[in-house]
């Protein structure tokens, strides 16, 4: 099992609709969770992080259920611009030493491509 | 603004020879870690580092070594390039949060080094 999946899509939407990607983790024990944007040949940048208690960044929302193991971004009145792949990304945790060196481990990505 | 930088944008280099990926940040992080990327695989650890002359081995550490000799400088070294070693490869940073280092804010990533071996 991969520590990370992601259903790759892609996913086709039109302008103004909702979509919703999802993700689950293997280890239990993961600390801090992200959604990454990566546009097509550029390097992943940082969307938002991921809190248990569920955050919004505008038309975003993050939710994380620890105890199913599973992310979600969902996007609102999606724009031309959102067009891009979605990475999953989890911190997975503290080695035996007590640290984690912020090793972050990444899923597959999503594509999302919106349409006119 | 913050800044990861990768020396290369683009490179293409032969079979069996000694390629350095250079990558310099600006933010003073203690940790600095290389990335190859690939359709279908992801994005996959090759090696990192949380301190001067520091490093660790990532996922995927065969065929690569790296150097941290000053702290702005993360070098990947591929010591006899193979044509299984054309990809994508992505340097990033982050810092480290007092006695515990866990990567609240992520990475800053640079922008990549797209390199073919031919």
């Known amino acids: 099992r991969k520590e990370v999946e992601q259903d790759p899509g892609p996913f086709n939407v039109p302008e103004g609709a909702t979509v919703a990607f999802n993700c689950t983790y293997s280890?239990?024990?993961?600390?801090?969770f992200f959604w990454y944007r990566q546009d097509c040949r550029k390097e992943p940048k940082l969307l938002m992080s991921?809190?248990?208690s569920g955050n919004e960044d505008g038309r975003f929302t993050a939710q994380l259920n620890r105890a199913s193991q599973y992310i979600s971004l969902l996007i609102r009145d999606s724009k031309l611009s959102d067009s891009a792949t979605y990475l999953c990304v989890v911190n997975p945790g503290l080695n035996a030493g007590g640290t984690s060196y912020g090793k972050l481990t990444f899923g597959q990505g999503t594509i999302l491509t919106v349409h006119p | 603004d913050v800044k990861v930088t990768q020396s290369s944008r683009y490179l293409v280099k032969r079979t069996g020879e000694k390629v350095f990926l250079e990558c310099v940040q600006d933010?003073?992080?203690?940790?600095m870690f290389w990335y190859r990327q690939d359709p279908g695989l992801g994005l996959r650890l090759i090696y990192f580092?949380?301190?001067?002359?520091?490093?660790e081995k990532g996922d995927i550490p065969e065929g690569y070594s790296v150097s941290r000799e000053k702290k702005e400088r993360f070098s990947l070294i591929l010591e006899s390039a193979s044509t299984n070693q054309t990809s994508m490869y992505l340097c990033a940073s982050s810092f480290l949060r007092g006695g515990r280092n866990v990567a609240n804010y992520g990475y800053t990533f640079g922008s990549g080094t797209r390199l073919t071996v031919v």
């Open positions: 933010m003073d992080h203690e940790n």
């Open positions: 580092s949380y301190d001067v002359k520091m490093k």
């Open positions: 991921v809190y248990s």
């Open positions: 280890n239990s024990a993961s600390q801090s």
